[in-house]
């Protein structure tokens, strides 16, 4: 605290931090692979297959929806790397959890996809930039909402149970 020491490390040469820095970070990182979630990369047994409506969809469902919503996923290099591996393993198994078309029933939300992707909520943005091939065309985006709607149903369908409401 007293002030000639404040003035020697003020005047240490800015290199000299930045490798420190840096060995900090590398050293963080290193620890960081070290734990475990975000490693175990699964794909359960396809357990159903689906009727898609149209090679189409199942072709714009294979390049924009797979990874996170079948159990066929493409686990990429990065998927192996801490923290990245962390953001792919929780899209994955929520992705699975909501809709997934290798289950029996496709899972609680699938009566909900064309909708996600007329909306432009799926698929999920942090996916694009290193999935050019999920980036769709308007034509694409619109192709695929409506297979998706003679694929998996309605709208909201699943939402009333009953359905025949029309508008509200
Ligand atoms: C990178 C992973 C990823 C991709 C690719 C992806 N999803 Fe999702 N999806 C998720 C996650 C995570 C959730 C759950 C969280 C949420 O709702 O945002 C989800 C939720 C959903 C849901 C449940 C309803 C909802 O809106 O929450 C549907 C339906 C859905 N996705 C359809 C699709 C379709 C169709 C595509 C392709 C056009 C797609 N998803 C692409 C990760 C993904």
């Known amino acids: 605290m ?20 840096l060995g900090t970070a590398a050293a963080a990182f290193l620890l960081l692979q070290l734990i475990p979630y975000g490693r175990a990369h699964t794909n359960p047994p396809v357990q159903t297959q689906t009727t898609w409506d149209s090679p189409q969809t199942e072709q714009l469902f294979a390049r924009a929806c797979a990874d996170c919503h079948s159990n066929q996923t493409r686990w990429p290099w990065y998927s192996n790397v801490a923290p990245v591996s962390w953001l792919v393993q929780k899209h994955v198994d929520e992705g699975r959890s909501k809709f997934n078309v290798n289950v029996p029933g496709f899972g609680p939300e699938a009566g909900e996809a064309a909708e996600a992707v007329r909306e432009g909520e799926m698929p999920e943005k ?8 999920a980036r ?22 699943s939402e009333t149970g009953t359905g025949g409401s029309d508008g509200d």
């Open 2 to 21: 007293t002030p000639p020491e404040r003035h020697l490390q003020a005047a240490r040469p800015r290199s000299d931090l930045w490798a420190k820095w």
């Open 126 to 133: 942090t996916y694009l930039p290193l999935h050019p091939e």
């Open 136 to 157: 769709l065309t308007p034509e694409e985006t619109q192709a695929l909402v409506s297979g998706l709607q003679r694929t998996f149903g309605q709208e909201g369908g």
